[in-house]
């Protein structure tokens, strides 16, 4: 297959995904290594307590994992922009997978923010016991994981689609 000569928009698309992909790495390196790892333990009580003692904290990882998000809706359509004049389709379906990955993000910002909810000082949250709610809370923060962990296959096959196209 031939390939015309890259055109303006792309050059422009590639500087946009390169930039992106350094800010997304710094992004979520920054909320993951300030807040995630560092207070996220496998006991819900202590977890529990360095959410309450650490409210600003989390609150600023879920405004990370919302900006990662965003980024990663830039990069993949500057991918799609790069690519589209190769295989317009693959290109597409890349994108959409990328999509479905970057949602994922927005699941995990959504499931955070429940964490942080449930151990707050709401009129409806007393009727359940403080140890209930921490775990709660914690089941919240696990279930972030695993949204992320449903999210990385469609990375992959993103990936795969990209390798796909550029051979």
Request: charge should be positive.
């Amino acid at each position: 297959m031939t390939i015309n000569a890259i055109d303006p928009s792309q050059r422009k698309a590639a500087k946009v995904a390169g930039f992106t992909f350094l800010f997304a790495i710094a992004i979520v390196l920054i909320s993951n290594y300030s807040v995630t790892f560092r207070f996220i333990v496998p006991d819900a009580a202590e977890t529990a307590r360095n959410i309450i003692a650490n409210q600003t904290l989390f609150r600023i990882n879920i405004v990370c994992n919302l900006i990662y998000l965003v980024t990663l809706i830039v990069m993949f359509t500057s991918l799609y922009v790069i690519l589209k004049p190769v295989n317009k389709n693959l290109a597409l379906v890349a994108a959409f997978f990328r999509l479905l990955y970057a949602l994922m993000w927005g699941f995990m910002a959504i499931n955070t923010l429940a964490a942080i909810r449930l151990l707050g000082d709401a009129t409806y949250l007393p009727v359940f016991e403080a140890d209930q709610l921490q775990t709660l809370s914690r089941l919240h923060l696990s279930s972030s994981w695993d949204a992320y962990y449903v999210g990385l296959p469609f990375w992959g096959l993103a990936s795969a689609f990209d390798k796909i196209i550029l051979n």
